[in-house]
């Protein structure tokens, strides 16, 4: 697969995550975009390397059960919905009852249009098509000049090389996610979940998957349970040694959501949006995160701060420097944001338009 700058830039700013990750499960099936390994009984998690292709892009997996199957998330391109799909077939002569998206971004369902073409329902929350329509399918053959524009402005504005560095990262994110609208063929949820609609159980046969709605990363974020096998699917509402994305972000309402995390039995396996499998101390070292980056907030907003100052002011404690960064503005920049909007809504700053969130 060759790069071209971009996507070299891009596939860097991942890197940081592949060398964390710690696999020491066999593989059941490897594209080298995504391994599958299985993690329970009729259980397995496809963990994406974006930096061996952008096919994937997130986790995902499998939950193959007597009678049906269930296959979570939409990934970026169809060949990593694809991929779901072969080693379903490979693992189970059951019908897969559908696939599911955890949330709508890009590399959550951007790949949704392999299981269309393959007739397999599509479960998402109510409001997933609405919003790929708005922030995804108005965008496409749009000139994108207008959108790009700030972030050009801020990088040329940058006062040192560590603040020119996030604003090249941000740039060069929005790029990615604008040339992706372009390219991508866009397939929704077939079936929708309303709020009143979960908790939904899923009988698969010996194994049942529970639907919850979660809302903290993004206001569409569903949960898949297995409680026969102690695994929760959390879509991006767990990142695994990542700074997590924070664009579409309810910060308050998120940080809840990792303390119901927390209540959850110690064996617990989690299956992140982004890194590799984990159990309850990555739930609390998110926690930790986020606890650190609202005291950072809240610091600012007492000093009479703007948010954007608080981006600029924010350094991480040293146990998290090796983290992947997605982009600065969308992960501190964001959070900073959302913090200041909640805590001292009248010192509010104006965000930038990003209108094709990710992650």
């Known amino acids: 697969m060759t790069m071209d700058r971009r996507q070299f830039l891009f596939a860097a700013l991942w890197s940081g995550?592949?060398?964390?990750?710690?696999?020491?499960?066999?593989?059941?099936?490897?594209?080298?975009f995504?391994?599958?390994?299985?993690?329970?009984?009729?259980?397995?998690?496809t963990i994406a390397d974006f930096t061996k292709g952008q096919q994937a892009a997130s986790n995902g997996g499998v939950i193959a059960g007597r009678d049906a199957v269930l296959i979570v998330e939409g990934h970026f391109q169809p060949a990593g919905a694809a991929l779901e799909v072969e080693f379903a077939r490979s693992v189970s002569k059951a019908p897969i009852?559908?696939?599911?998206d955890t949330h709508y971004h890009l590399d959550h369902t951007f790949g949704n249009s392999y299981y269309a073409d393959q007739?397999?329902?599509?479960?998402?929350h109510e409001r997933v098509t609405p919003l790929m329509k708005e922030r995804y399918a108005a965008l496409k053959g749009a000139d994108k000049t207008p959108l790009l524009a700030p972030f050009?402005?801020?990088?040329?504005k940058a006062a040192d090389a560590a603040e020119k560095q996030h604003k090249e990262s941000d740039l060069q994110a929005m790029k990615w996610m604008l040339g992706a609208i372009d390219t991508t063929t866009l397939a929704f949820p077939t079936e929708s979940l309303a709020p009143a609609d979960v908790p939904k159980r899923i009988d698969l046969g010996r194994l049942t998957a529970v639907v919850e709605f979660h809302a903290g990363h993004t206001p569409t974020d569903l949960i898949v349970l297995v409680p026969e096998r102690d695994v929760v699917f959390t879509g991006d509402l767990l990142f695994n040694q990542q700074y997590p994305v924070t664009i579409d972000a309810d910060m308050l309402a998120w940080r809840n959501v990792l303390d119901r995390f927390a209540g959850y039995?110690?064996?617990?396996?989690?299956?992140?949006?982004?890194?590799a499998v984990c159990g309850m101390e990555n739930v609390r070292d998110q926690s930790d995160f986020l606890d650190d980056l609202r005291g950072h907030a809240e610091k600012m907003i007492r000093a009479g701060a703007t948010a954007e100052e608080a981006e600029r002011r924010y350094h991480a404690p040293q146990r998290y420097e090796p983290y992947h960064i997605f982009s600065w503005g969308f992960t501190v920049g964001a959070a900073m944001e959302n913090y200041f909007a909640q805590l001292a809504p009248t010192r509010r700053a104006a965000p930038p338009p990003r209108p094709a969130p990710a992650a």
């Open 17 to 32: 995550a592949a060398r964390a990750r710690k696999t020491p499960r066999v593989p059941l099936l490897d594209r080298g």
């Open 34 to 45: 995504a391994q599958v390994t299985k993690i329970a009984e009729g259980v397995y998690a």
């Open 97 to 100: 009852r559908a696939a599911l």
């Open 119 to 124: 007739r397999i329902p599509i479960i998402g």
């Open 152 to 156: 050009e402005q801020k990088l040329a």
């Open 265 to 275: 039995g110690r064996r617990t396996q989690f299956v992140p949006g982004h890194g």
